[in-house]
Nanobody, 115 residues
Framework: QVQLVESGGGLVQAGGSLRLSCAAS????????MGWYRQAPGEQRELVAV???????KYADSVKGRFTISRDNAKNTVYLGMNSLKPEDTAVYYC?????????WGQGTQVTVSS
């Protein structure tokens, strides 16, 4: 069983920044791929960014150059730095852990970007 707890969401004006954190427990964090998805009202959940155990990253085209995913294996934590936020980034952001024990999701954290 893997537990994921997200934090760092909130309300920010367009052009602003936020950093989301996802603290993991219950698994060997360092071997798991980690990622962030988001889901806006009425929309499907979509991939935002992923980072492998080796540190390779992949981003959705809509966030490239603005968002940065990183991980601290010593703290069992993955981060999503978000800059130049736009109203269309408004969504619930979910952390995912993917490893030998399967896929696990966090409870989500709301990000709201006002225009």
């Amino acid at each position: 069983q893997v537990q994921l707890v997200e934090s760092g969401g909130g309300l920010v004006q367009a052009g602003g920044s936020l950093r989301l954190s996802c603290a993991a427990s219950g698994s060997d964090f360092s071997i798991n791929a980690m990622g962030w998805y988001r889901q806006a009202p009425g929309e499907q959940r979509e991939l935002v960014a992923v980072i492998t155990s080796g540190g390779s990253t992949k981003y959705a085209d809509s966030v490239k150059g603005r968002f940065t995913i990183s991980r601290d294996n010593a703290k069992n934590t993955v981060y999503l730095g978000m800059n130049s936020l736009k109203p269309e980034d408004t969504a619930v952001y979910y952390c995912i852990s993917r490893g030998p024990m399967g896929d696990y999701w966090g409870q989500g954290t709301q990000v709201t970007v006002s225009s």
